[in-house]
């Protein structure tokens, strides 16, 4: 059953009702706070980059953890305007230090935005077709149209799709739907609705 | 420095160098695994210990893959580091 999580800065939506919010002053720790809510453990959370940190807490409450989906029936399309920005300024200014010779294998493998892409087949055992694109445009409609694809070719049961863009710790928005193969006959009017309540509100937060 | 001593600040470093947050530094003892189980880390996480040894100890590596045997344990690790510190002392 479709499924749906918004994350802008200090608050997580699952299905429209409230999951997770940040106390007032702890916008700072949002990322560590929420991870903390879901009380998984998952060491490799805290390496991640922020970009990374948004893909994976936004699959987290939408994932089944029990699926019918085989995992290579399983696919993740996922797309960004600002791609990995943040993560890549950091590197560039560490980079160019002038007293800094010793750079960060770590935040080099994050400068690859479609590094979310495996973090999130490696939690969700998904083996199924990924995809990341890096385009201007804020809503889902592309990759809705490319996940109708692959269900119709039946090379997907079950598909995460994804927008999300992060550029500081008050500047980030995710929207990120689980879709199964029975919602393929209602996906347009999802896609409409979230697409709404997702980028409508966007737009005065994210540009 | 006594190994101990030695053993428990790369420890720290490594804990402090990979963000891990979530690991109580007691908990980890100087035999265990430093890949796979034990601290869990990953060939990603190797490349940051060479950074640690470059940068804190200023030990050269040229070939990663001779650090295999040296990377087992925090054990094996500081006594990697005893040597190389005093063959360059």
């Known amino acids: 059953m479709a499924s749906y999580c918004i994350i802008q800065p200090s608050t997580i939506r699952h299905n429209g009702q409230l999951l997770f919010e940040a106390r007032v002053g702890e916008e700072q720790s949002f990322f560590l706070e929420a991870y903390r809510y879901f009380d998984i453990n998952y060491p490799k959370f805290h390496k991640m980059d922020r970009f990374c940190q948004l893909g994976f807490l936004s699959a987290l409450p939408i994932v089944p953890e029990k699926r019918l989906a085989a ?3 399983t696919g993740v399309l996922l797309a960004s305007k600002s791609g990995s920005i943040h993560t890549d300024q950091h590197y560039y200014e560490k980079v160019f230090a002038a ?6 294998p770590a935040q080099f493998t994050y400068t690859l935005p479609s590094a979310i892409l495996g973090e999130l087949c490696i939690k969700h055992n998904i083996q199924g077709e990924n995809y990341f694109l890096l385009h201007g445009m804020q809503n889902l409609d592309l990759l809705k149209d490319y ?5 119709h070719s039946q090379q997907l049961d079950a598909c995460l799709i994804g927008w999300m863009d992060y550029y500081t710790t008050d500047h980030f928005q995710s929207c990120y739907l689980w879709v199964e193969r029975e919602d393929l006959i209602n996906l347009d009017t999802i896609i409409i609705n979230i697409n709404k309540i997702c980028f409508d509100y966007g737009k005065a937060t994210v540009s | 420095m006594e190994k101990q001593q030695l053993v428990n600040e790369i420890k720290n470093k ?3 160098q990979l963000n891990l947050v979530d ?3 007691a908990s980890v003892s100087a035999t265990d695994p430093l890949f796979g189980e034990g601290m869990g880390l990953d060939s990603i996480d190797g490349l940051e210990i060479v950074v640690i040894l470059e940068r804190d100890y200023n030990i050269t590596i040229t070939e990663i893959e001779s650090l295999t045997p040296h990377f087992e ?3 094996t690790l500081a006594e990697f580091v005893a040597a190389q510190t005093a063959v360059a002392a």
Request: aromatic residues 14%.
């Open chain 1, 71 to 73: 995992p290579s029936k």
């Open chain 1, 99 to 104: 007293d800094n010779i010793f750079y960060s």
């Open chain 1, 147 to 151: 996940a109708k694809q692959l269900f």
């Open chain 2, 14 to 16: 490594i804990i402090e």
């Open chain 2, 23 to 25: 690991v109580d530094p």
């Open chain 2, 73 to 75: 344990s925090l054990n």
